[in-house]
């Protein structure tokens, strides 16, 4: 019985440590950082039945440099679109395993990471936390089925245009099992 009650009194202890770490704002991002890693899992694939078709590839973006990017030249490849803010909790939770990830990648898929901060506000968080990949910004809409609104969210595009992975929310993105997933694609 005193050790049912003492177990009791830690789980107790504990769950208020976290409510009083997320009410005061000092803490509040480091400690949502680390539950979003702990609670972050592998994207699913979506069943082949299921998957949207791109509507087209019209889609102009612009790099750090202002130089204007074409979507359009991305056809015919694996591409992994990452809808994100530096202000978004779960997007900076995520952002650990795409640089994983890109590092192996980064010359067999087209990644877009697309934020609507300004440049220097997205370059200054990618340099400050040691991050090789580029942000873009939107200068023109998104091709359909995408969408940003939600953040993060990311696409998973095959190189016919069909939507692999559809994930919104914080995900596990240099798992094992989604890199079997990009490797599959990759044999295609």
């Not at 994207?43 to 102009?60: A, F, G, H, I, M």
């Not at 692999?164 to 490797?183: C, E, L, M, P, Y």
Request: with cysteine; aromatic share 14%.
């Amino acid at each position: 019985m005193m050790k049912k009650l003492f177990s009791n009194q830690w789980a107790n202890i504990i769950f208020i440590v976290i409510i009083l770490a997320l009410i005061i704002p000092q803490t509040r991002k480091p400690i949502q950082i680390v539950v979003n890693k702990i609670f972050a899992f592998s994207p699913s694939v979506t069943d082949k039945e299921d998957r949207r078709q791109l509507e087209d590839y019209n889609w102009t973006l612009e790099s750090k440099s202002g130089e204007k990017i074409d979507f359009g030249k991305s056809k015919g490849k694996v591409i992994i679109v990452n809808y994100w803010a530096t202000w978004c909790p779960p997007c900076i939770a995520e952002m650990p395993s795409f640089q994983e990830l890109y590092v192996d990648y980064k010359d067999k898929i087209d990644f877009y990471f697309v934020s609507g901060e300004d440049h220097e506000t997205t370059n200054n968080f990618l340099k400050r936390k040691g991050y090789d990949f580029s942000s873009y910004r939107m200068l023109s809409d998104d091709p359909k089925p995408l969408n940003g609104y939600t953040l993060p969210s990311t696409y998973v595009i095959d190189q016919n245009g069909k939507i692999v992975v559809d994930k919104v929310g914080a995900a596990d993105w240099n798992s094992q099992s989604f890199r079997h997933t990009i490797d599959g694609l990759l044999k295609k």
